[in-house]
C-alpha cells in the first residue's frame, strides 16, 4: 500500500521533461565528462612524473575511468587515489622490470648503431630491437590492465595477460595503432598532451573491459 501511495504521490508531482531540457542535460553531462577526463588525464601525467610510479598512475586511471567516467560513483581524485594506492606495491615493481628490459633493448639499438658508425654492422638490425621496444609497451600495457581488473600474484598476472593478449589480436592491433597515433600527435603538437593520453586510454578500456569481461569467474 506504502508503495502504491508513493507512486501515485510521485505520478502527481512529476515533471515532464522538455527536448530542450533533454538537449541541455545532455550537453552539460558531456561537457562534465570532457573536464572530468582532462582532471584525470592530468593525475596521470603529475603521478607518472617520478616515471617509477607509471605502472601504478596507470592502473588507477583504468580504475578512474571503470568508477568515475563509466559508473559515475566517487569524485575524479577518490576514484584516482583509491586506484593509485590498492595497486602501488604490484604496479611498481612491473614498472621496474619492464623499465628494466626497456633500457636493455635500447642499449641494444645504441650499440648498434656505435657499431654501424665503424661499418662492422648493418644500421638496420636496430629495427628489430625498436620492434622489440615497441612490443614491450603493447604488453605492459595488458600487463597493467590486468592488474587493474584482478588481484594476481605478479607471476600469474604476467602469464594470464599474455595470454589476453595473444588471444585478443583485434584489440591489441587497435591498442598499437591508438598509442602510436596519440605518440605523433603528442610529440607534433606537445598541448595534446593534456587531453590526449587519457582519451585514447579511455577508448582503449572501453574496448578490453569487455574482453576481460570473458575471463571473469
Same mark, same amino acid.
Given at each position: 500500500?506504502?508503495?502504491?501511495?508513493?507512486?501515485?504521490?510521485?505520478?502527481?508531482?512529476?515533471?515532464?521533461?522538455?527536448?530542450?531540457?533533454?538537449?541541455?542535460?545532455?550537453?552539460?553531462?558531456?561537457?562534465?565528462?570532457?573536464?572530468?577526463?582532462?582532471?584525470?588525464?592530468?593525475?596521470?601525467?603529475?603521478?607518472?612524473?617520478?616515471?617509477?610510479?607509471?605502472?601504478?598512475?596507470?592502473?588507477?586511471?583504468?580504475?578512474?575511468?571503470?568508477?568515475?567516467?563509466?559508473?559515475?560513483?566517487?569524485?575524479?581524485?577518490?576514484?584516482?587515489?583509491?586506484?593509485?594506492?590498492?595497486?602501488?606495491?604490484?604496479?611498481?615493481?612491473?614498472?621496474?622490470?619492464?623499465?628494466?628490459?626497456?633500457?636493455?633493448?635500447?642499449?641494444?639499438?645504441?650499440?648498434?648503431?656505435?657499431? %654501424?658508425? =665503424?661499418?662492422? /654492422?648493418? #644500421?638496420?638490425?636496430?629495427?628489430? @630491437?625498436?620492434?622489440? !621496444?615497441?612490443? +614491450?609497451?603493447?604488453?605492459?600495457?595488458?600487463?597493467?590492465?590486468?592488474?587493474?581488473?584482478?588481484?594476481?600474484?605478479?607471476?600469474?598476472?604476467?602469464?594470464?595477460?599474455?595470454?589476453?593478449?595473444?588471444?585478443?589480436?583485434?584489440?591489441?592491433?587497435?591498442? %598499437?595503432? =591508438?598509442?602510436? /597515433?596519440? #605518440?605523433?600527435?603528442?610529440?607534433? @603538437?606537445?598541448?595534446? !598532451?593534456?587531453? +590526449?593520453?587519457?582519451?585514447?586510454?579511455?577508448?582503449?578500456?572501453?574496448?578490453?573491459?569487455?574482453?576481460?569481461?570473458?575471463?571473469?569467474?
Amino acid at each position: 500500500m506504502r508503495g502504491k501511495t508513493c507512486y501515485n504521490s510521485l505520478r502527481e508531482v512529476r515533471h515532464v521533461t522538455t527536448p530542450e531540457e533533454k538537449s541541455e542535460n545532455r550537453f552539460w553531462r558531456f561537457m562534465r565528462k570532457v573536464v572530468e577526463l582532462m582532471g584525470a588525464n592530468a593525475l596521470l601525467l603529475l603521478f607518472s612524473l617520478p616515471v617509477v610510479t607509471a605502472g601504478a598512475a596507470v592502473c588507477a586511471y583504468f580504475y578512474t575511468v571503470r568508477r568515475n567516467l563509466v559508473e559515475e560513483l566517487d569524485h575524479v581524485w577518490g576514484c584516482f587515489w583509491r586506484g593509485f594506492r590498492m595497486n602501488f606495491r604490484q604496479a611498481t615493481g612491473l614498472t621496474l622490470l619492464f623499465l628494466a628490459l626497456g633500457l636493455f633493448f635500447y642499449g641494444d639499438v645504441v650499440a648498434i648503431r656505435t657499431l %654501424a658508425e =665503424l661499418g662492422r /654492422v648493418n #644500421a638496420g638490425l636496430s629495427g628489430i @630491437f625498436y620492434a622489440l !621496444l615497441a612490443l +614491450l609497451a603493447l604488453y605492459a600495457l595488458w600487463v597493467f590492465l590486468y592488474v587493474s581488473h584482478f588481484m594476481d600474484p605478479t607471476r600469474v598476472a604476467l602469464k594470464n595477460a599474455f595470454v589476453v593478449a595473444v588471444s585478443n589480436l583485434p584489440s591489441t592491433l587497435l591498442m %598499437a595503432a =591508438l598509442l602510436a /597515433v596519440c #605518440a605523433l600527435a603528442c610529440w607534433a @603538437f606537445w598541448p595534446a !598532451l593534456l587531453i +590526449l593520453p587519457g582519451t585514447v586510454l579511455w577508448i582503449i578500456c572501453g574496448r578490453t573491459d569487455r574482453v576481460f569481461d570473458k575471463y571473469r569467474g
